[in-house]
């Protein structure tokens, strides 16, 4: 027996202009994308919901997958019946079967105007059945369970099994953000927070092997994999960062040496943006959080950079983005232990107060463009696809390297 899906996308959409038509086909091609594989087959398309009809079988994993598509706000299993009342109310008597709640609501949506009755009408009869055959109480605010129905020529949808999507706006709609890719618990959750802001994230993570080990790259890999559900299309850049620490290590004052990794980072970064067409940067700074996330530091780390350098969890706390993490299921791998690049040799007391005049007195007794030039030439790029199929190493792929330029401050 095949299964119809109605998937409802986000609600902000319907706020757009002239350029919703675009947003729309945005989210439904991301849609179909989360569900390729699984014979799902678009049988119609309203404003803000897109109708699939799926396979026996397919729909737990349909599920699994439309619950991380971006721009789906809510989605469900339905039941299509003839343009008919008492056939609607077999189909949800069938639907009640089993289920235990205390409040419900019935919606309708009456798109066929040429109907006998109207929406109230159809949400009476309907709650009557409802009220009779379970004894649950109707509340049109805050009730536990609500009944969808579409009300459409030639046929009645009945939601049946309905989920929550993630809301957000589908990848793309907002350009394209590097991201910086720490291996911790914040830089992943504010890649993701652009994500669900329409952006498409290229993610670059900076590790110390050959220094250290190789379990930076390891876990940075793993971090990715798991965003790609979000995105569907994810590229990381693995760029090697241990001889420019080297650098920085021999001519800088050891309480600069974390703000001098961090200009030295965005510098790169920002070289990859460029590659990538990208308009921006990201990073997981939150103001205050450790030593180098000062209001003084930031705005030191940030003269390195021509481009903007958004923050998207600058006045989140660490339980904030701690609860973040679990909700999207990047804090477990998160939480394994690797070597990060700023914590080698870092400091015991880092200056917290950072002065301008020093750094670039520091930086002036450094080979800035040869150091970005053997980090961008050193670096790997992977491929992560979702769903169903793993990342694609690029064998042996060398990204070009464009001109960066003469670097800021």
């Known amino acids: 027996m095949e299964t119809l899906v109605l998937v409802n996308l986000f ?3 319907a706020l757009k202009g002239q350029n919703r038509p675009l947003f729309l086909k945005k989210a439904a091609a991301h849609v179909e994308r989360a569900l390729a594989g699984l014979g799902a087959r678009r049988e119609a398309t309203w404003p803000m919901a897109l109708l699939f009809r799926l396979p026996e079988g397919a729909w737990p994993e349909a599920r699994g997958r439309l619950g991380h598509t971006l721009g789906v706000e809510s989605f469900a299993r339905v039941v299509r019946t003839p343009p008919d009342l008492e056939a609607l109310e077999r189909a949800l008597e069938e639907a009640l079967e089993g289920q235990s709640f205390g409040s419900f609501r019935i919606t309708a949506q009456r798109s066929d105007k040429s109907l006998p009755f109207t929406s109230p009408e159809v949400e009476r009869r309907l709650g009557a059945l409802v009220k009779a055959r379970t004894g649950a109480q109707v509340r049109l605010k805050g009730a536990e369970r609500e009944f969808v129905v579409r009300l459409l020529p030639g046929a009645f949808l009945l939601e049946a099994e309905r989920h929550l999507g993630p809301g957000g706006l589908p990848p793309g709609v907002s350009g394209r953000v590097v991201a910086l890719l720490s291996g911790g618990i914040d830089s992943p959750v504010a890649a993701y927070r652009l994500m669900r802001r329409g952006a498409e994230v290229v993610l670059v993570h900076f590790h110390p092997f050959p220094l250290l080990s190789g379990r930076s790259r390891e876990k940075a890999k793993a971090l990715a994999q798991h965003l790609a559900r979000f995105q569907h299309r994810l590229k990381l850049h693995l760029v090697p960062f241990s001889e420019v620490q080297r650098q920085i290590i021999l001519e800088a004052p050891k309480a600069y040496r974390v703000v001098l990794y961090r200009r030295f980072m965005l510098r790169i970064a920002e070289a990859i943006a460029r590659e990538e067409g990208a308009l921006a940067l990201c990073t997981g700074d939150s103001l205050g959080q450790v030593a180098s996330q000062t209001l003084e530091n930031l705005y030191v780390v940030n003269q390195a950079a021509t ?3 958004f923050r998207p969890l600058l006045g989140w706390d660490k339980q904030e983005i701690m609860a973040e993490a679990r909700r999207i299921g990047t ?21 917290t107060r950072a002065h301008l005049s020093v750094v670039l007195e520091t930086e002036a007794r450094l080979d800035t463009e040869a150091l970005l030039a053997l980090a961008l030439e050193g670096r790997e790029v992977l491929r992560f696809t979702w769903p169903g199929r793993k990342p694609l190493e690029a ?4 990204a070009f390297i464009m001109e960066h330029g003469s670097p800021r401050g």
């Open 331 to 351: 804090y477990a791998t998160s939480i394994l232990p690797d070597e990060e690049c700023c914590t080698l040799f870092a400091p015991r007391n880092p200056v």
């Open 307 to 309: 481009l903007p350098v």
């Open 11 to 13: 609600h902000e959409l």
């Open 395 to 398: 064998a042996g792929e060398r």
